[in-house]
């Protein structure tokens, strides 16, 4: 059964302090992985698609890279408006349309 | 402005009584799709559609129905909601150019079944 684990559960940062997101699946024939920001009640916000093994994106302080095997959600000094549930997702067919979601990261910037 | 509108955003009613959440999107996209979001669960798939008069069942269908007779809107229906189905949802929209894609959801439904 395709799977998406995202890791860890939440995150509590100091401001300034940089960590990483993991996001892992098992998706054969990876066709793209997709990052998405999202507030407390609130819709999630797309940040990124990645698409093949090797590719970076950035988006003001975050940094998303992808393996064969999983995606990386860097946080580089990252602020109190960072913070919120980080979700990842995959299509688990051939269409676009069909996305399995992770269960998210929850983080929190300290000032 | 480029958006995806749902409508109610926030709805409380009983046991069996029909509803339809409305789903708008003003970005001419082909695919839409409805997610609902509960606590420790995540967010989970109920329908997605590839086009008008395409829709396909996602992971947790049982329940709702949909239908996409224009390409803008995408309705969630609720037949005979049960306490269950008490939930937050999210409607999305999406677009393929080439091997690329982008999806985007709007603000969400929240709903009570008593």
């Known amino acids: 059964e395709d799977q998406v684990t995202q890791s860890p559960e939440a995150l509590r940062l100091q401001e300034g302090e940089s960590s990483s997101l993991n996001c892992s699946y098992t998706v054969s024939g990876l066709r793209g992985l997709f990052w998405y920001r999202q507030d407390p009640g609130k819709g999630p916000e797309f940040l990124f698609t990645l698409y093949s093994a090797g590719e970076e994106k950035e988006k003001e302080r975050l940094k998303a890279t992808l393996t064969k095997k999983e995606s990386f959600l860097h946080i580089t000094a990252p602020k109190p408006e960072d913070s919120a549930t980080y979700l990842c997702a995959v299509p688990t067919t051939d269409s676009w349309g069909k996305l399995q979601f992770g269960a998210g990261t929850q983080v929190v910037v300290t000032p | 402005e480029a958006q995806v509108t749902q409508n109610p955003r926030y709805l409380i009613t009983v046991t069996g009584k029909k509803l339809t959440v409305t789903c708008s999107q003003n970005m001419n996209h082909e695919y839409m799709s409805w997610y609902r979001q509960d606590p420790g669960l995540g967010l989970r798939q109920i329908y997605y559609?590839?086009?008008?008069?395409?829709?396909d069942k996602g992971d947790v269908p049982e329940g709702y129905k949909v239908s996409r007779k224009e390409k803008r809107n995408f309705p969630l229906i609720l037949e005979s909601p049960s306490p269950n189905q008490t939930s937050l949802y999210f409607c999305?929209?999406?677009?393929?150019?080439?091997?690329?894609?982008?999806?985007?959801f709007g603000p969400g439904t929240r709903l009570t079944v008593t």
């Open positions: 559609s590839m086009n008008v008069e395409v829709t």
């Open positions: 999305a929209s999406g677009r393929a150019v080439g091997s690329s894609y982008e999806q985007y």
